[in-house]
């Protein structure tokens, strides 16, 4: 569901560009789902609200237990573009790890990601 929202996505806006990943938590050790996205939007809110509503089941219910938490990026550290690309795939050498991404996203792009990240991030995965 949640790679078909990204899809429909860019499929709407040429400019649009996503990366995903599945990670584990730190703390609690559960799996669940990173990601950054590039698009124009008017607000979060409204980015929240499709991405619900992209999650919901043939019956309109969304998975128990879910929690979606969405940010406009603050533009410092590792909350840019590339900072955010690092931080997704921290787990990237972890047998969990699957990624998913969608728009211009360059191998360059992501090796800057990981760079910035070993550098701004925990640097520990």
Same mark, same amino acid.
């Given at each position: 569901m949640f790679k078909l929202f990204l899809t429909t996505q860019s499929?709407? $806006?040429?400019?649009?560009?996503? @990366?995903a990943c599945l990670e584990r938590g730190g703390q609690e050790g559960h =799996?669940? *789902? !990173?990601?950054? =996205? $590039?698009m124009f939007s008017t607000s979060t809110k409204k980015i929240h609200i499709d991405l619900k509503n992209s999650l919901k089941d043939d019956e309109g219910n969304l998975p128990a237990k879910l929690a979606v938490c969405v940010k406009e990026l603050a533009g410092t550290g590792t909350h840019t573009w590339h900072g955010m690309l690092g931080y997704c795939q921290k787990d990237r050498l972890l047998p969990h790890y699957v990624f998913f991404m969608v728009g211009n *996203?360059?191998? !360059?792009d992501l090796e800057?990601?990981?760079?910035? @990240?070993?550098v701004l991030g925990r640097g520990d995965r």
């Open positions: 499929r709407r $806006d040429e400019q649009f560009k996503a @990366y =799996l669940h *789902i !990173q990601a950054v =996205l $590039d *996203i360059t191998d !360059q800057e990601g990981h760079a910035r @990240y070993l």
